[in-house]
């Protein structure tokens, strides 16, 4: 499988029952200033390089880094592939955005 699942920040949570969609990738790693917002755009860019569209985003941390994630993904892929939690599992929410 090449998917990828783009973890907006790496934190103290399991992450591991989002592996079954893909490899996991953080593009952020630990406290972050919700104000950096450029910063924030520079580095989901690079991490979001080699993305397809068919990849996910795992939406986790400040609302305004997956905000920004999920626009950089949207902007350069068209759609929108979303992995969000519950009950201990996560769901899949796919969207199309053109």
Same mark, same amino acid.
């Given at each position: 499988?090449?998917?990828?699942?783009?973890?907006?920040?790496?934190?103290?949570?399991?992450?591991?029952?989002?592996?079954?969609?893909?490899?996991?990738?953080? *593009?952020? !790693?630990?406290?972050?200033?919700?104000?950096?917002?450029?910063? *924030?755009?520079?580095?989901?860019?690079?991490? @979001?390089?080699?993305?397809?569209?068919?990849?996910?985003?795992?939406?986790?941390?400040?609302?305004?880094?997956?905000?920004?994630?999920?626009?950089?993904?949207?902007?350069?892929?068209?759609? @929108?592939?979303?992995?969000?939690?519950?009950?201990?599992?996560?769901? !899949?929410?796919?969207?199309? @955005?053109?």
């Amino acid at each position: 499988m090449d998917t990828k699942v783009y973890v907006v920040n790496k934190s103290s949570h399991n992450f591991s029952a989002a592996e079954k969609f893909g490899e996991l990738v953080f *593009m952020t !790693e630990g406290r972050m200033n919700r104000f950096s917002t450029n910063d *924030m755009i520079r580095k989901f860019k690079d991490s @979001l390089a080699n993305s397809k569209s068919s990849d996910y985003i795992l939406l986790c941390s400040l609302n305004v880094m997956n905000s920004l994630a999920c626009a950089v993904f949207a902007h350069k892929h068209g759609t @929108l592939n979303l992995l969000l939690y519950k009950n201990g599992s996560y769901v !899949e929410r796919n969207h199309v @955005l053109d």
